[in-house]
T-cell receptor
């Protein structure tokens, strides 16, 4: 049983560009949450998707958007990249009825130059 | 406001010594509390969680944590640290609908 997978593992972009990160949840899970972890910090909640809709959102600008597909996989899109967007982006999956138990993927390391 | 504080940014212990990592939370309701571990370049692995009931919870890798409501604390302990325990440790509180609020993390170094 594959756990949570994320792609790519590493990414380098320049300021102003756009980026798309991908996440496949653990088998059977229907809810995906995204977190941003800046260097030396704890992860911060970006948003959560369930039934292809954004269900709740953290304190992130509209440059951060997402999508969930019918197979529950999800994408995180960031537009107009800033240097401060450099971080490890973590995806977590769970079951809607068991949101307290989340499984994290290995993350995507994004570097913005 | 909901928050988690980990007062120690970096702790160094000798291999075989005991370990306690501190965590204080601020949350209005009865909290769900978690400890995660992160090795360099890796995602987060759940060590243990507290939802209700017995305030002393056991986790993987020989870790345990004690929930103290009066002190708003959920400290992580291990009686004997191994070199492989060197990592970053995060305390988190589970907010509404599964959102996790993390502390800043404590980096653990283990001396041989």
């Amino acid at each position: 049983d594959a756990g949570v997978t994320q792609s790519p593992t590493h990414l380098i972009k320049t300021r102003g560009q756009q980026v798309t990160l991908r996440c496949s949840p653990k088998s059977g899970h229907d809810t995906v949450s995204w977190y941003q972890q800046a260097l030396g910090q704890g992860p911060q909640f970006i948003f959560q998707y369930y039934e292809e809709e954004e269900r709740q959102r953290g304190n992130f600008p509209d440059r951060f958007s997402g999508h969930q597909y019918p197979n529950y996989s999800s994408e995180l899109n960031v537009n107009a990249l800033l240097l401060g967007d450099s971080a490890l982006y973590l995806c977590a999956s769970s079951l809607q009825g068991r949101l307290e138990t989340q499984y994290f993927g290995p993350g995507t390391r994004l570097l913005v130059l | 406001a909901q928050s988690v504080t980990q007062p120690d940014i970096h702790i160094t212990v000798s291999e075989g010594a005991s370990l306690e990592l501190r965590c204080n939370y601020s949350y209005g309701a009865t909290p769900y509390l978690f400890w995660y571990v992160q090795s360099p370049g890796q995602g987060l692995q759940l060590l243990l969680k507290y939802f209700s009931g017995d305030t002393l919870v056991q986790g993987i890798k020989g870790f345990e944590a004690e929930f103290k409501r009066s002190q708003s604390s959920f400290n992580l302990r291990k009686p004997s640290v191994h070199w492989s325990d060197a990592a970053e440790y995060f305390c988190a509180v589970g907010a509404l609908r599964g959102k996790l609020i993390f502390g800043q993390g404590t980096e653990l170094s283990v001396k041989p």
